[in-house]
């Protein structure tokens, strides 16, 4: 059995290192255009003279890695170089342009060039075997991405971690079918995004003030781009600069993605996975494909914790020695580099039954896409109405709420002070008069739902524009009510947006609404793995608002990111045979 070295805070176990590692700080690699980018080389020493290299490109500085050497030590945040190096890589850790102590100005058009011209650069050192990885969460993780569309020669695989941002349709992970999410981004931009730290009012205060644009000059930042992220339309040509993945992307390297359940870009991951697997130029790449979802938060999958957690939910034991495939990944394509990589394509935790599963295709091989109609007598309002899921088709009364965006239903995790997307109790929120709750009598065998979600929705509204939230949760026999997923619409981008689709071509502009008039709308929920067992129930909460994960549409019909005055709607949402509102959910035998 492989040693290794346990973190004693209990978040993760790290392989005991072959080597020593020395750190020689501050390299300047220039890139094309002459500007400097510098980077940390971390060598393992007596490893050999021509060795495989692993580069992190990082917005957030490479210093912090500096402290990362002892693996034991419950402080330790940034091992992962010296993780690395002790099992014979060479780690470049890189500022990225304009930030820290790189030359130039951020700019992230230049991500994939600079990536590219930093593997050259690595390629021709004399200590280089010619190969080189990718590896990074997040903003590193996209990173990769972006890097690995400029095809260059020595990049011989990527790990890009919770790396869905890349994609066209989903900027960062930041706009969601035309809605900003404010909750952690936010945080990101007043925090991580800037390199200026200054005073700042309290969270929960600022999330409230209007207009959203003005937020960040109001918590006392510097200047960034929160204002041109949250006024910028989904189709205007301003996301161009960013290179985002889209159909015409051709990579051409063997990826490993990897995420997890509760983190706000689950499904662009496995739309990323798909994207490779079919967009790639040959036929090796396309065959070498991976992806790893666990049921954590962000950038956490590789937390040794047990039972894990995630928010208020105990998700059981969830380790899956990804340290070990990771390196198993690295060690095949940056030392051998010969055949595929064996490994199931798909690898997953199913949340509930609490256990991994596997298999080689997305969605998974004989998924049912089954329908749960929505029903009520017309009073379906909180959990204490009388509101039905069914798969068979209902037909009622109409239900109503009024929605307020000076009291908007509040996102999950807010309801316990926090913003990273994970699950809570949802008893107190549901009795809100402006949710609808729809729920299945209690199962009398498990269900497993794993795969895409998606709602269909008939509504009208007293407004011009309002949006429709829906979520999706899991109601324990002893009453514990904890959200699985969730989606949002905005009405006037009913039009723009193809629920099912991957890219940003899909937009198609915006229209305001009619009011009193029925209009259908599609609501990507993103995806989950969830088994529903014995004596659960599957529960879908329909509401206008789940702030601050979402800003607030103000129901004008004006600018919601630059204006501060609001409206009521009385929204009303259709369930009968004309109108059948549902969710459909991903079934698997």
């Not at 929160?226 to 290179?243: I, K, L, M, N, S």
């Not at 309002?466 to 039009?495: C, H, W």
Request: proline share 7%; with cysteine; glycine share 8%.
């Amino acid at each position: 059995m492989k040693s290794t070295v346990r973190c004693t805070a209990g978040c993760t176990e790290y392989p005991e290192p072959r080597y020593d590692v020395e750190l020689e700080q501050d390299v300047r690699i220039q890139m094309t255009d002459g500007v400097g980018l510098y980077a940390d080389i971390y060598r393992p020493r007596g490893a050999g003279e021509r060795l495989p290299t692993i580069l992190i490109r990082t917005p957030y500085s490479k210093e912090p890695y500096r402290d990362g050497r002892d693996l034991k030590h419950r402080d330790t945040k940034h091992p992962v170089p010296y993780m690395f190096a002790g099992q014979g890589f060479i780690v470049v850790v890189q500022d990225v342009r304009g930030q820290f102590r790189s030359e130039g100005i951020r700019a992230h058009a230049s991500e994939a060039g600079d990536g590219y011209d930093t593997v050259v650069w690595i390629a021709s050192q004399s200590w280089s075997n010619g190969k080189i990885g990718g590896y990074g969460c997040s903003a590193l993780g996209i990173s990769q991405v972006k890097m690995a569309l400029r095809q260059p020669p020595a990049l011989a695989a990527i790990l890009p971690q919770a790396a869905g941002g890349a994609m066209r349709n989903r900027p960062s992970d930041i706009i969601v079918s035309g809605v900003p999410e404010i909750g952690w981004p936010f945080d990101w931009f007043r925090n991580k995004g800037n390199q200026q730290t200054s005073e700042k009012i309290g969270y929960q205060e600022l999330m409230r003030t209007l207009p959203v644009a003005d937020m960040h000059e109001r918590s006392g930042g510097s200047s960034n781009y929160w204002r041109d992220w949250v006024t910028h339309e989904p189709g205007d040509p301003w996301w161009d600069q960013f290179a985002f993945f889209d159909e015409s992307s051709r990579p051409n390297v063997p990826a490993l993605f990897v995420n997890s359940w509760y983190d706000v870009s689950v499904n662009e991951t496995l739309d990323m996975f798909n994207a490779f697997k079919n967009q790639s130029t040959t036929e090796r790449a396309r065959r070498n494909q991976f992806v790893i979802i666990s049921p954590t938060g962000h950038c956490q999958s590789e937390s040794t914790q047990t039972p894990f957690m995630v928010g208020e939910r105990d998700v059981g034991d969830i380790r899956h020695d990804c340290w070990s495939i990771y390196l198993r990944w690295f060690d095949h394509w940056l030392r051998d580099g010969q055949g595929d990589f064996e490994m199931p394509h798909i690898q997953y935790y199913l949340m509930g039954a609490n256990r991994w599963k596997s298999a080689d295709s997305w969605p998974l091989p004989e998924t049912r896409f089954v329908p749960y109609y929505f029903g009520s007598g017309g009073n379906a309002n909180t959990s204490n109405g009388d509101g039905i899921l069914s798969t068979a088709m209902a037909s009622g009364p109409a239900d109503h709420y009024r929605y307020d965006p000076t009291d908007p239903t509040p996102s999950p995790e807010s309801i316990r002070g926090r913003a990273d997307g994970s699950a809570a109790d949802q008893r107190e929120v549901d009795l809100r008069p402006d949710r609808l709750v729809f729920q299945t009598e209690p199962l009398c065998s498990g269900i497993e739902v794993t795969g895409p979600l998606r709602a269909v929705l008939y509504v009208s509204s007293s407004a011009s524009d309002t949006d429709f939230v829906v979520m999706l949760s899991d109601v324990y026999p002893d009453g514990r009510v904890y959200n699985l997923q969730k989606g949002i619409a905005r009405a006037r981008y009913r039009e723009a947006y193809i629920a099912q689709a991957r890219y940003l071509e899909d937009y198609r502009g915006s229209s305001l609404l009619t009011p009193g008039k029925i209009y259908r709308l599609e609501v990507n929920m993103e995806a989950t793995g969830n088994w529903f067992g014995p004596g659960h129930s599957i529960r879908v909460q329909v509401a206008s608002s789940c702030f601050p994960h979402y800003a607030r549409n103000l129901n004008t019909g004006g600018n919601n990111a630059t204006e501060s005055a609001t409206a009521i709607a009385e929204n009303t949402l259709y369930h009968d045979r004309d109108y059948p509102s549902h969710i459909i959910l991903p079934v698997v035998p």
